[in-house]
């Protein structure tokens, strides 16, 4: 029963990581995984849905302009430590978010953490891999552009 | 780590829609206690004051809470996301104690908004202390003149009344009890009576 991260700092560099990871897992994945773990713990903010404005950039540098809204799912969840556990989905799946907040707790316990770690290895590799293919299919539609030498010389 | 940090309530919109209805209400029916939904709130602040805090403050505003302790100030920011303003002159929302020796010159400072833009001023919720005072009051929203027991003391009561002379400058005010909200717009005339 302790804490994994000693500073502020390391858990915040560590949480990037895994949320980042955790988001894009399959959402029945996420809840079979979390239903395993036996934590008590209090919601503090039960999963709620809402809609947050999406803001978006013409080649990413252009000046922004509202794309639109999006719903976003949002739970936080504490555990007997005094932990937080966050778990933000874009989309309304209650129970997505919910077990991410869980694996959010779970992951900064030092004696639930390793079963967590050892799934998680295993979907950033998925997620690895899915970015290759993904990268190889644009690379495959890539056009060179060149210019040839115009003009009188 | 962590503060003491307390869950929302259940049911959150319903509560916060509830409790903005009563906010309207005290406003538009100025001088009479409106009943707010009863929710647990953290130590430092009413249930009525909390449910308030959760339905007017967002991340779009700031407020300037003097009065708030570590764990208070942790809930307010988890549970709004609200700026936290170190100083009254830049708070849209200002929390003060009715009682207390120092609100009527923070109240100097809060907001009054421009002649361009009055809307932009700042609202003040008053927690409520144990002096009441005797005035009578009119205004829109009152049918007439009629006799009030205000719950705030006389120098607050007669610095409230100085409000009808800046007109339509100021600031709208809430008193928070317990379980009750009661609202005093900038537009309420309010004569302390001398007796």
């Known amino acids: ?153 | 780590m962590s503060h003491a940090l307390i869950a929302a309530p259940a049911q959150p919109a319903h509560i916060m829609q509830k409790t903005f209805r009563a906010a309207l209400t005290a406003l538009s029916e100025p001088a009479r206690a409106v009943p707010v939904p009863e929710i647990d709130s953290p130590a430092g602040a009413s249930p009525a004051l909390w449910a308030l805090v959760l339905t007017l403050l967002d991340q779009d505003v700031s407020v300037y809470w003097p009065g708030a302790d570590e764990t208070l100030k942790a809930n307010v920011l988890f549970h709004t996301g609200v700026k936290w303003s170190d100083t009254p002159e830049t708070a849209d929302f200002a929390v003060l104690a009715a009682d207390s020796s120092q609100t009527l010159a923070l109240l100097d400072r809060v907001s009054v908004g421009s002649h361009e833009r009055p809307d932009m001023s700042a609202t003040v919720l008053f927690v409520v202390g144990s002096e009441t005072t005797d005035t009578l009051v009119e205004g829109p929203g009152l049918k007439s003149a009629t006799e009030q027991r205000l719950p705030m003391n006389e120098a607050l009561a007669y610095r409230l009344g100085q409000q009808a002379k800046t007109y339509p400058l100021g600031f709208d005010a809430y008193f928070v009890d317990q379980h009750t909200v009661l609202g005093i717009p900038r537009s309420t005339r309010i004569m302390v009576r001398a007796d």
């Not at chain 1, 079979?32 to 008590?40: F, G, K, N, V, W």
């Not at chain 1, 430590?81 to 779970?106: C, E, P, S, V």
Request: charged share 25%; hydrophobic share 45%; aromatic share 4%.
């Open chain 1, 1 to 153: 029963m302790s804490t994994r991260f000693s500073s502020e700092e390391a858990l915040r560099n560590a949480r990037l990581d895994w949320l980042s990871v955790l988001v894009r897992v399959p959402a029945q994945d996420l809840i079979a995984l979390a239903d395993t773990l036996s934590l008590s713990v209090t919601e503090l903010k039960a999963p709620e849905v809402g809609l947050m404005m999406t803001e978006g950039r013409i080649h990413a540098t252009g000046q922004p302009f509202r794309l639109g809204e999006v719903s976003l799912t949002r739970c936080v969840l504490q555990d007997d430590l005094g932990h937080l556990g966050y778990g933000q989905i874009l989309g309304r799946n209650k129970a997505q978010a919910r077990a991410i907040a869980l694996l959010d707790l779970a992951l900064q316990r030092t004696e639930s953490a390793d079963e967590v770690e050892s799934r998680l290895a295993a979907w950033r590799q998925e997620m690895d891999e899915l970015d290759a293919m993904e990268d190889e299919a644009i690379q495959e539609s890539r056009v060179n552009f060149f210019t040839l030498v115009r003009g009188e010389a």
